[in-house]
């Protein structure tokens, strides 16, 4: 059991997470808000990595913000260090792969709860602000465990994008599934199955509980 | 016919020659030796499979798949140090990888890449293994390998010739060789696969590839003639 890659996913997939859901809990509070094409647009491109192989999101992040372009030779300046082959880059390109399941539960939950109580907290004197802090989050929980879980669930699967990004470097880029890649191609099938348990374990153990939780919401509109 | 990721740039050229002189037209995937195999091995149609290694055609014949009881040489790789022409590191030399007045060298996999254990015992030889150890970035297949140098996230990699000698490499970078001595021979070699309705095509493709005519001209495109 790999657990140098193990410990390593776990932290990816936590960085990732909390990093995740400051950038992802404005920006779906923002969407949320209203409508229009500028939120549209916001939303398409959020959603974009659904639909995008990582293999090509790990790619643009690795030439687009490599050392050859002006924006990756900006990023070398803030980081240190290229994007490639550091912890830092792969939890750039997690936060990307796993932003749309932040934001959209997020959004989800936002627009559900009932506007009226949103406006009568205005009419009392509630700042924006305030109305968000004790009114929207707290009624929003549930969605924002979901997020949070997601996005966590899904960094630790992710692979695609640390393939093209990471170089497979034990403890700083070798993460599960990339340890699990290597087993496979070793043929080291035993090692390789008990990797794809522990992954697949953990998968089942972070969503079971959230799926318990929906059935047991009584704020849902078709319980 | 399922070909390895350093025959990517040779294989247009040498399939082009082959449909010229016999009209038959060969279909070719690329991939690394190790996942070709592993796919072989689990049921992936094929009727040719040509590998960087001696290492996994044998796990094809082990398998019992292969029609021969042994896989068949068909050239020697070589393998290099490449950058970007465009890096302080140029000229590249012998000494550029003792100098080490870089962050990130690039190699393949040397569990699973014959390219890949090539590079590590090159630097073992060379005594550089302990100390770059920290600077290596691992790649995939000789293929990414090659593109982490070339995108500038690794400033050199030990790279098949194959792949330093196309037009495209040719233009972004150039190489130095190591020396063969470095390394054990880099001995690819294919398999004809058992169960392949077109056994005979592919052995006479091989047979082709195999004459001295073409092993002649395999410097061309990277190889060598295998003796």
């Known amino acids: 059991m790999d657990f140098q890659a193990l410990w390593l996913t776990l932290r990816l997939a936590l960085s990732t997470t909390l990093l995740l859901m400051l950038i992802a809990l404005p920006l779906a509070r923002w969407i949320a808000s209203g409508n229009g094409p500028l939120r549209a647009l916001t939303q398409t491109l959020v959603a974009l990595p659904l639909v995008l192989p990582p293999t090509v999101l790990g790619y643009y992040l690795l030439v687009l913000l490599g050392p ?124 390789a199955n008990r990797t794809a348990a522990l992954l697949l374990i953990f998968s089942v153990v972070a969503l079971v509980p959230i799926y318990l939780r929906r059935s047991s919401d009584t704020r849902s509109v078709l319980a | 016919m399922l070909a390895a990721a350093d025959l990517q740039p040779v294989m247009p050229s040498l399939t082009a020659a082959y449909e010229h002189a016999t009209g038959i037209h060969l279909n ?68 550029t990888l003792h100098d080490d007045h870089f962050s990130r060298l690039a190699i393949a ?61 040719q233009q972004v970078g150039s190489f130095v060789r190591i020396p063969h001595t470095a390394y054990p021979e880099i001995r690819q070699c294919a398999v004809v696969m058992r169960n392949s309705p077109r056994r005979a095509e592919a052995h006479a493709f091989l047979d082709w590839l195999r004459s001295p005519a073409i092993q002649g001209n395999l410097t061309k495109y990277g190889l060598e003639a295998v003796k």
């Open chain 2, 28 to 95: 070719v995937s690329f991939g690394s030796s190790s996942t070709l195999a592993t796919q072989i091995m689990n049921g992936e149609p094929a009727d040719l499979f040509l590998a960087a290694d001696f290492s996994f055609p044998e796990k094809v014949v082990a398998a019992n798949l292969a029609d021969t009881p042994a896989p068949i040489a068909y050239a020697r790789g070589a393998l290099v140090l490449w950058a970007r022409k465009d890096s302080p590191l140029q000229p590249l030399t012998q000494n």
């Open chain 1, 68 to 191: 050859l372009t002006a924006p990756g030779r900006m990023l070398i300046r803030l980081l240190g260090h290229p994007l490639a082959f550091s912890f830092s880059g792969l939890v750039v390109g997690s936060v990307l792969y796993s932003l749309p399941f932040a934001v959209q539960p997020l959004i989800a939950g936002f627009r559900a709860v009932p506007v009226g109580l949103v406006e009568t907290a205005a009419t009392l004197g509630a700042s924006p602000g305030r109305v968000f802090r004790s009114i929207t989050l707290p009624l929003a929980k549930p969605s924002l465990i979901t997020a949070a879980v997601l996005a966590f669930t899904h960094t630790v699967g992710e692979f695609g994008v640390v393939l093209m990004l990471g170089g497979n470097i034990p403890g700083a880029t070798r993460t599960l599934s990339i340890a699990l890649y290597d087993q496979v191609q070793d043929f080291n099938y035993a090692a």
């Open chain 2, 109 to 169: 996999n040397p569990d699973h890449a014959p390219y890949g254990r090539a590079a590590v015992a090159a630097l073992t030889w060379m005594k550089l293994y302990d100390r770059l150890k920290p600077q290596l970035v691992v790649a995939e297949n000789i293929a990414q390998t090659a593109q982490f140098v070339e995108s500038g996230n690794a400033q050199l990699g030990l790279i098949s010739l194959t792949l330093a000698s196309s037009e495209h490499f």
